[in-house]
């Protein structure tokens, strides 16, 4: 571990809506989450943990506080700043995919390299792909292709930056158990090879006690952040 946490948050407040409207989404949270280890948030529907990730994305900027990420603080950066250091440093994988329609598998995952002007986007793209175990599905488009399918296509994406950083929110709400725990398995794997910084968003306990830690956020405040599975195997063995 290094000294300076991948993502460190310092009395982040966020409000959202207008007028009566307005919902105080965050309350002053502070978090730090060092390199290299895999956190999940959990929390009941409207706590804020969701909110709680785009801010760490860079998706959504905090009313006040610090948010500081893969070694930048965020708060001054503009959209566009804000857009490529997303694209440097930031993994995002959806519950719902987000896949472009009328790509191929292999289009959509090389279009953060070519908004990045790689030229390699295209080979570096299905490299990815065949490490997801699907090189047989290249010219494959969304509409073709299985949900799980779908959402390896979206990890290949998240990864083919080399991220620091892997966010992910409910990356398995739309996959039935047996689909759903190959992307589990294979975000964790990737995590442990490439050493990425991984949070992910999850309503599954047991799927948020499998990472180093497991924070609980309610009505937008941290109130717990306890050791998860990992972490608790370590200790015994120590």
Do not use: W
Request: aromatic letters at 2%; a negative charge; one cysteine or more.
């Amino acid at each position: 571990m290094t000294d300076t946490p991948a993502i460190s948050l310092k009395k982040v407040h966020l409000t959202l809506g207008e007028g009566a409207g307005r919902v105080h989404i965050l309350k002053g949270i502070d978090l730090d989450i060092e390199k290299g280890t895999s956190v999940g948030l959990v929390g009941p529907s409207g706590s804020g943990k969701s909110t709680l990730l785009m801010v760490m994305a860079g998706l959504e900027r905090a009313d006040e506080g610090n948010v500081s990420v893969a070694g930048s603080e965020l708060g001054p950066l503009s959209e566009d700043q804000l857009a490529r250091f997303r694209g440097r440093n930031v993994g995002i994988i959806f519950q719902s995919f987000h896949l472009v329609p009328n790509m191929t598998a292999l289009e959509n995952v090389a279009v953060p390299l070519e908004l990045a002007g790689d030229p390699s986007a295209f080979d570096k793209a299905k490299a990815e792909l065949e490490a997801v175990g699907l090189g047989h599905r290249l010219q494959h488009y969304p509409a073709q292709l299985s949900g799980g399918e779908q959402q390896r296509v979206a990890v290949a994406r998240a990864l083919v930056v080399e991220p620091e950083i892997l966010i992910a929110d409910e990356p398995t709400g739309n996959l039935d158990d047996s689909t759903g725990t190959q992307i589990v398995e294979l975000m964790f794997n990737v995590q442990r090879e490439r050493k990425t910084t991984l949070v992910l968003v999850t309503h599954d306990p047991g799927l948020a006690e499998r990472c180093d830690r497991m924070i609980r956020v309610r009505s937008g405040e941290i109130e717990e952040a306890q050791l998860g599975e990992t972490d608790l195997q370590k200790e015994v063995s120590a």
